[in-house]
């Protein structure tokens, strides 16, 4: 299932991965870098491990007509360099897909980009950013990719356990909103059985 990715709503993972052939549909939406915080001081070592996605907010995820997201889990291993080797671990009832990439350190602490950029056909530039961490509980993310000369952005609420304070949910729905989402633009994940 080549376009596996993609019909779990995960179109920025999809694009990646399989570098379709035509950019999938997306909101028109350009959100400056500068509206989207960096954790201060950001600790790269305490950010490692296992994270689970709770919420997706992007402007591809409306176009894929989901009903649910199932659960999907990012581990993030500290390389000597200070990037990280990323994998990412997709569940859902009958169907398990695992893909690792590795991020290299770009600009500031917090900030990174793919690395080996230029092996992802189409992908003209790539920016991801922890955007807020207290690292033992949440954390919110920020990918965006310029594709095809079309923009797809993301941002994830992501808890070191299954379940996070309904607070924060309210918190990252109001993040979303700031980057012009709606909440028909953000998908609570299920967290089914199997995530490990
Ligand atoms: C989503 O629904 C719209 C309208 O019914 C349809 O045009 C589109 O192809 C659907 N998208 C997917 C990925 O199935
Ligand atoms: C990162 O991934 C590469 C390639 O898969 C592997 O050789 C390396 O040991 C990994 N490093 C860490 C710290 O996980
Ligand atoms: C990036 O490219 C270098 C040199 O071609 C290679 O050694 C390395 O394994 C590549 N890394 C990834 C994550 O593909």
Known sequence: MALGLLYLGLTLLGILKIQAQNPPPALHLNPPLYK???QPDFQDDQFQGRWYAIAVADNAIRFENLTQLDMYNM?????????YNVTYAVFSEDYCELWRTAFVPNIQPGQ?????????TGVQSHVFRVITTDYNNFAVIFVKILYKDRIYFESVLLGRGKELDPTLQESFLDFAKSLGLTED??????PTGNVQ
């Open 112 to 120: 990174y980009t793919l690395e080996n950029m230029t092996s992802f």
């Open 185 to 190: 633009d953000v998908i609570v994940t299920y």
């Open 36 to 38: 989207v915080p960096v």
């Open 75 to 83: 581990i993030f291993q500290l390389k000597d360099n200070h990037g």
